[in-house]
């Protein structure tokens, strides 16, 4: 069975960091697209960061970028999301993504992903 756990949420002050994790098991992703997204209350999930297939080429939203850092570690399976200089609008559900196969979707749309997590809560605090 392919899982996808995320961990390494918690409470933060802005200005602060939080570095999240996601494991796989059940299969080896070190071939897929990995990717992060997130979901605040009340509005629908968005694109965070993605790392291609070949691991050479990331992605990130533009609400995110020069703050936040995706990587991998393939002999963990696990990818990560480094996140400094949080803000109050970062606060949200984060949830890692994995697709399967090659797709014609971009890195940045949900439709290109198979496998999902179950979701780790951030939240930044004034």
């Known amino acids: 069975q392919v899982q996808l756990v995320e961990s390494g949420g918690g409470l933060v002050q802005a200005g602060g960091s939080l570095r999240l994790s996601c494991a796989a098991s059940g299969r080896t992703f070190s071939n897929s697209a990995m990717a992060w997204f997130r979901q605040a209350p009340g509005k629908e999930r968005e694109f965070v960061a993605a790392?291609?297939?070949?691991?050479?080429?990331?992605y990130y939203a533009d609400s995110v970028k020069g703050r936040f850092t995706i990587s991998r570690d393939n002999a963990k399976n696990t990818v990560y999301l480094q996140m400094n200089s949080l803000k109050l609008e970062d606060t949200a559900v984060y949830y890692c993504?994995?697709?399967?196969?090659?797709?014609?979707?971009?890195?940045?749309?949900?439709?290109?992903?198979?496998?999902w997590g179950q979701g780790t809560q951030v939240t930044v605090s004034s």
């Open positions: 790392l291609s297939r070949s691991g050479l080429t990331t």
């Open positions: 993504a994995a697709d399967q196969a090659y797709s014609s979707y971009t890195l940045g749309s949900e439709r290109r992903y198979d496998y």
